[in-house]
């Protein structure tokens, strides 16, 4: 497995760290951890919504298991983005059908309802991490002197 850039960019931050360190090197010197949230097909096929549409979901399935999730499965087919970039648009509509059942047929022994409602304040999560995305994005790109980080020099 080759590291990424990004990798990189963490190793030399820690590099970077230890030796401006007065002491001497630190007790975590030369080692990097990084941790990644590895998501199943049904919660990765979750849709970035916007904001408002996440919370009416997540109010959706906190009174009516699953049907929050059921609506959710809609915004997929009208462009919602997923983290399931390689499977079609049908197929992640049906992902999202197909947690609404579960969570509807599970809600009589309150698995159902309490799995539809970690389901909504999912939405809600990555409403705002998306909405957070986005607004880091249009500041820097609004930054005076931003066009001169970007510029290429021959």
């Not at 990004?6 to 630190?26: L, W, Y």
């Not at 409602?117 to 990555?126: A, P």
């Amino acid at each position: 497995m080759e590291p990424s850039h990004k990798d990189a960019e963490t190793a030399a931050a820690a590099a970077a760290v230890a030796a401006a360190d007065p002491r001497g090197a630190s007790s975590s010197s030369g080692v990097v951890v990084q941790v990644r949230e590895k998501k199943g097909p049904l919660r990765a096929a979750i849709p970035y919504m916007p904001f408002p549409v996440a919370v009416i979901c997540l109010f959706l399935n906190t009174f009516v298991p699953g049907l929050g999730t059921f609506v959710s499965a809609f915004t997929v087919l009208c462009g919602a983005r997923t983290d399931l970039p390689d499977r079609h648009v049908c197929c992640v509509f049906w992902l999202n059908i197909a947690a609404a059942l579960i969570q509807i047929l599970t809600a009589i022994v309150m698995v159902g309802w309490i799995m539809s409602i970690f389901w909504g304040m999912d939405m809600v999560i990555l409403a705002t991490s998306s909405q957070a995305t986005r607004n880091r994005a249009s500041h820097s790109s609004c930054e005076p002197g931003a066009a001169e980080k970007f510029r290429m020099t021959p």
